[in-house]
């Protein structure tokens, strides 16, 4: 049976903002409802800039669909070469 959570992911300056490396949610319909949700839990979030990652793959905006099972990362901007 798939699990009904979402699995989160943090890195970076992420993790520092948000005190954890990882949480499981219940899951939401889209990634601009998950995004809402931790800019309420973790306010610090909102002076990071990150990108968020569905199952390993970047999304571009705040309407990608979620499903129970899925892992999420939030993904600080990365420097160098």
Do not use: W
Request: proline share 6%; charged share 20%; net charge negative.
């Amino acid at each position: 049976m798939k699990t009904q959570k979402l699995k989160i992911l943090f890195f970076g300056m992420t993790a520092e903002a948000s005190g954890c490396r990882e949480l499981q949610t219940d899951c939401l319909p889209t990634t601009g409802d998950l995004q809402k949700t931790l800019l309420e839990k973790f306010p610090l979030l909102k002076t990071q800039n990150f990108t968020l990652a569905v199952n390993e793959q970047v999304v571009n905006h705040g309407l990608h669909p979620l499903e129970a099972g899925d892992e999420i990362a939030l993904l600080p901007p990365f420097s160098g070469g």
